[in-house]
């Protein structure tokens, strides 16, 4: 064998072992890099059906991952919809069962959704009308400043009955 071949057959795991790490690199690189790049990964976004009307760009996904929670009485799903501070829970806005008092009218049917926005840009009004005919009204509030997308839940336990009809409710 020429000193050459030999050479490259000495290397050969070595040049392996440096194509793989820089592959592993190269991927979680390009992982952070997207999700810094990519408007809107910071936002909620769920599949269920509803008819969503005034909403503004992010909140259309936590209203929607609402109503999927509500619909599958689901407690975790129902976690990730309500308002944090910075990534950190939010005591006073934890989720109990109360915020599933309207799961049997989420399963109803095709909810009709009106977002109303408020004059405090980091709130809106959520009004839900449930195809059995009971309303459920919640806020939505920005939890981060610097993103736009960044809305969540923020009444989910509320018991009020109040009634509102236009935006300046609360």
Not at 37 to 60: D, F, N, R, V
Not at 140 to 166: E, F, G, Q
């Amino acid at each position: 064998m020429n000193p050459a071949a030999r050479s490259r057959r000495r290397f050969a795991p070595l040049i392996v072992i440096l194509s793989v790490f820089a592959a592993v690199l190269l991927f979680v690189g390009g992982v952070y890099a997207w999700a810094f790049i990519e408007p809107g990964t910071e936002g909620l976004s769920c599949s269920y059906p509803a008819k969503i009307s005034g909403a503004i760009t992010g909140q259309a996904g936590p209203v929607r991952c609402y109503l999927k929670a509500l619909a599958g009485d689901s407690m975790p799903q129902m976690k990730t919809v309500v308002r944090s501070n910075y990534g950190m829970p939010d005591a006073t806005e934890q989720p109990t069962r109360a915020a599933f008092r309207f799961s049997k009218d989420a399963r109803s049917g095709l909810a009709h959704v009106d977002i109303q926005q408020t004059g405090v840009s980091a709130d809106a009004l959520v009004i839900i009308r449930f195809t059995d005919g009971k309303t459920d009204v919640q806020k939505i509030s920005l939890v981060d400043p610097s993103s736009a997308v960044a809305w969540r839940m923020s009444t989910v336990n509320d018991h009020s009955t109040k009634t509102y009809t236009s935006a300046a409710g609360f």
